[in-house]
């Protein structure tokens, strides 16, 4: 009886996902064919009542995704979100599902069950460390940046010209493997030179980059650039002071976390090295 509840069960999740598939390729709702599980759910979840519902409790997700991406297309990729939690969800229930119905044991469909509520947490914390490893790239890499900033300052070069240099080599190589900061400030420096405010472009570059270290230098530039002088080189130097010791202190921080990362490993190591080394004496004990 047991079995033909989750031969049931099975259907029914089977016919479900079915309709789904129909509707978006109804709807031509098909991105790639490897995203056959997720677009379907896309379709499911993009519907206005669902999604109006859905919407207000991902603001901490939806706040992570614009730092990610800019603030550009944040509806598009929170719903894609959404979509990923819930096929991931969707597809170990399914397949609890499926192994209990075959092997006959409904324990399977609870482990399913358990998955299904703990993969959409995971995906949750995979997308805070996006975002985390994102500000610490931009951390570290802006104290590099203003330095050769304030050496072709120093040098002559006026404030546009040094921030295009600086998206020059070695700089220009990280911009193209995708670099956030670089992305940032090249899209800043774009924005001037196709006309648009000085201010309005720097003030943009603060926000997309969604770190008080960036929005710092962004504040800097503004009341200094127009002043030029041996005012603005020294408030560079001021800033670029203040964001080394900054990176001093993420790089400090770091290393004390990966070491208490490396102490359980290390503690694990020693009660193997302790079972192996004690188990024959323990073992010729209880002969004795």
Request: with cysteine.
């Given at each position: 009886m047991m079995r033909f509840a989750l031969g049931v069960i099975v259907l029914g999740l089977v016919a479900a996902y079915g309709t789904l598939v129909a509707q978006a390729w109804r709807r031509r709702a098909w991105s790639k064919p490897r995203h056959l599980l997720f677009d379907p759910m896309r379709v499911l979840i993009a519907s206005g009542?669902?999604?109006?519902?859905?919407?207000?409790?991902?603001?901490?997700?939806?706040?992570?995704?614009?730092?990610?991406?800019?603030?550009?297309?944040?509806?598009?990729?929170?719903?894609?979100?959404?979509?990923?939690?819930?096929?991931?969800?969707?597809?170990?229930?399914?397949?609890?599902?499926?192994?209990?119905?075959?092997?006959?044991?409904?324990?399977?469909?609870?482990?399913?069950?358990?998955l299904s509520a703990l993969l959409p947490l995971m995906k949750r914390k995979e997308l805070y460390g996006k975002l985390d490893e994102r500000r610490h790239e931009i951390v570290m890499e802006l104290p590099e940046m203003l330095s050769r900033l304030l050496l072709l300052v120093n040098a002559g070069e006026n404030?546009?010209?040094?921030?295009?240099?600086?998206?020059?080599?070695?700089?220009?190589?990280?911009?193209?493997?995708?670099?956030?900061?670089?992305?940032?400030?090249?899209?800043?420096?774009?924005?001037?030179?196709?006309?648009?405010?000085?201010?309005?472009?720097?003030?943009?570059?603060?926000?997309?980059?969604?770190?008080?270290?960036?929005?710092?230098?962004?504040?800097?530039?503004?009341?200094?650039?127009?002043?030029?002088?041996?005012?603005?080189?020294?408030?560079?130097?001021?800033?670029?002071?203040?964001?080394w010791e900054k990176r001093k202190a993420a790089a400090k921080t770091l290393g004390e976390r990966a070491s208490s990362r490396l102490a359980f490993p290390l503690a694990v190591i020693f009660l193997i090295i302790l079972v192996l080394v004690g188990t024959p004496s323990i073992l010729l004990m209880a002969t004795e």
């Amino acid at each position: 009886m047991m079995r033909f509840a989750l031969g049931v069960i099975v259907l029914g999740l089977v016919a479900a996902y079915g309709t789904l598939v129909a509707q978006a390729w109804r709807r031509r709702a098909w991105s790639k064919p490897r995203h056959l599980l997720f677009d379907p759910m896309r379709v499911l979840i993009a519907s206005g009542r669902l999604w109006g519902r859905i919407a207000p409790k991902l603001h901490r997700e939806q706040a992570a995704l614009s730092a990610l991406s800019g603030g550009r297309d944040v509806t598009a990729l929170l719903q894609r979100h959404a979509a990923e939690c819930v096929a991931y969800a969707y597809a170990a229930l399914l397949a609890g599902a499926m192994l209990g119905w075959l092997a006959g044991r409904p324990a399977l469909l609870g482990l399913g069950a358990l998955l299904s509520a703990l993969l959409p947490l995971m995906k949750r914390k995979e997308l805070y460390g996006k975002l985390d490893e994102r500000r610490h790239e931009i951390v570290m890499e802006l104290p590099e940046m203003l330095s050769r900033l304030l050496l072709l300052v120093n040098a002559g070069e006026n404030v546009l010209r040094a921030l295009e240099r600086c998206l020059e080599r070695p700089a220009g190589a990280r911009a193209k493997a995708g670099h956030p900061l670089y992305a940032e400030l090249e899209a800043a420096v774009t924005a001037v030179k196709r006309g648009e405010s000085f201010v309005f472009a720097w003030e943009e570059f603060g926000r997309r980059c969604a770190v008080p270290e960036a929005r710092l230098f962004a504040t800097t530039l503004l009341m200094n650039a127009r002043r030029g002088g041996d005012t603005f080189v020294t408030a560079l130097r001021e800033l670029s002071r203040t964001l080394w010791e900054k990176r001093k202190a993420a790089a400090k921080t770091l290393g004390e976390r990966a070491s208490s990362r490396l102490a359980f490993p290390l503690a694990v190591i020693f009660l193997i090295i302790l079972v192996l080394v004690g188990t024959p004496s323990i073992l010729l004990m209880a002969t004795e």
